[in-house]
């Protein structure tokens, strides 16, 4: 079994930053791509950003670019999102998700979270005005 277990979550002010990690643990686990999503409170859960994990090519949601950056560490079988600039309205819990199974990994792909077999518990990331 695989687990994902995310840290990092917080209270911040706006225009702050925070930075999410997500440890994969368990059976070996060799990921083909790993995802962050956010759930707000009475709302769909949303892609936020993506990365696959032989030659790190990344995703983002248009909301998020240029202000969020994910990242992996293979060895650790670990990714981050770094978040800056941090709005109100991006209070969430932030969840990771990660796919072992090879095959299409494009942007229509990586934003749907059927795309994912292995969810952690989710983070929660609180934004003050």
């Known amino acids: 079994q695989v687990q994902l277990v995310e840290s990092g979550g917080g209270l911040v002010q706006t225009g702050g930053s925070l930075r999410l990690s997500c440890a994969a643990s368990?059976?070996?686990?060799?990921?083909?791509?790993m995802a962050w999503f956010r759930q707000a409170p009475g709302k769909e859960r949303d892609f936020v950003a993506a990365?696959?994990?032989?030659?790190?090519?990344?995703y983002y949601a248009d909301s998020v670019t240029g202000r969020f950056t994910i990242s992996r560490d293979n060895a650790k079988n670990t990714v981050y999102l770094q978040m800056n600039s941090l709005k109100p309205e991006e209070t969430a819990v932030y969840y990771c998700?990660?796919?072992?199974?090879?095959?299409?990994?494009?942007?229509?792909?990586?934003?749907?979270?059927?795309?994912?077999?292995?969810w952690g518990q989710g983070t929660q990331v609180t934004v003050s005005s």
């Open positions: 998700a990660a796919r072992e199974i090879v095959g299409i990994w494009n942007s229509a792909y990586v934003t749907q979270s059927k795309s994912y077999r292995y």
């Open positions: 368990g059976r070996t686990f060799s990921p083909y791509g």
């Open positions: 990365i696959r994990w032989s030659g790190g090519t990344t």
